[in-house]
T-cell receptor, first 113, second 111 residues
Framework: DAMVIQNPRYQVTQFGKPVTLSCSQT?????MYWYQQKSSQAPKLLFH???????NEADTPDNFQSRRPNTSFCFLDIRSPGLGDAAMYLC????????????FGPGTRLTVT | GQSLEQPSEVTAVEGAIVQINCTYQ??????LSWYQQHDGGAPTFLSY????GLEETGRFSSFLSRSDSYGYLLLQELQMKDSASYFC????????????FGTGTKLQVIP
């Protein structure tokens, strides 16, 4: 009955080697978010989509890109991962209307070697 | 910009009541949410205040005062499983559907 699914749960990549993280949702929600969370810190918003409308945070590095090919799927591409990009990456969704609630996936823990 | 400040750590006794505060500086928003996150887990939604006042959901209550730029989460009848990090978050400040999280409070419940 998982509603927000992230794959893989754990990802190891080499310094500079591109990596793609994926997120899918069964809630048919309009809004999808990507967050980066480092140890003992708050989630930091990287991007969000309202339908196909893409919103990039001003301080999100150019190294991070995102795609949302349809309502259900969203991808986070890290073009050249550095050691500082090691973190938990969280995907979340919301309906975009009514009482506000975000539904989070379990996260992908990225290790950069 | 937006900033939401929370105490970094709070310790409370099992069965007691604890209040976690969130003070913010932000230029307008739709509402204030609260999330719980256990170590190694994802955040889970607890409550949302669109209007000033108190919202109650079981053992958890949340309060918002826009005039005081302040909100809080109240946890009653604390249980050991409530040991987790708690985050406030504002919706819609700086962009429609944008969410900004507070600094987070680590709650430790002791016997």
């Amino acid at each position: 009955d998982a509603m927000v699914i992230q794959n893989p749960r754990y990802q190891v990549t080499q310094f500079g080697k591109p990596v793609t993280l994926s997120c899918s949702q069964t809630l048919n929600h309009n809004v999808m978010y990507w967050y980066q969370q480092k140890s003992s810190q708050a989630p930091k918003l990287l991007f969000h989509y309202y339908d196909k409308d893409f919103n990039n945070e001003a301080d999100t590095p150019d190294n991070f890109q995102s795609r949302r090919p349809n309502t259900s799927f969203c991808f986070l591409d890290i073009r050249s991962p550095g050691l500082g990009d090691a973190a938990m990456y969280l995907c979340a969704t919301s309906s975009g209307n009514g009482p506000y609630e975000q539904y989070f996936g379990p996260g992908t823990r990225l290790t950069v070697t | 910009g937006q900033s939401l400040e929370q105490p970094s750590e709070v310790t409370a006794v099992e069965g007691a009541i604890v209040q976690i505060n969130c003070t913010y500086q932000t230029s307008g928003f739709y509402g204030l949410s609260w999330y719980q996150q256990h170590d190694g887990g994802a955040p889970t939604f607890l409550s949302y205040n669109a209007l000033d006042g108190l919202e109650e959901t079981g053992r958890f209550s949340s309060f918002l005062s826009r005039s005081d730029s302040y909100g809080y989460l109240l946890l009653q009848e604390l249980q050991m499983k409530d040991s987790a990090s708690y985050f406030c978050a504002v919706l819609g400040s700086g962009g429609y559907q944008k969410v900004t999280f507070g600094t987070g409070t680590k709650l430790q419940v002791i016997p």
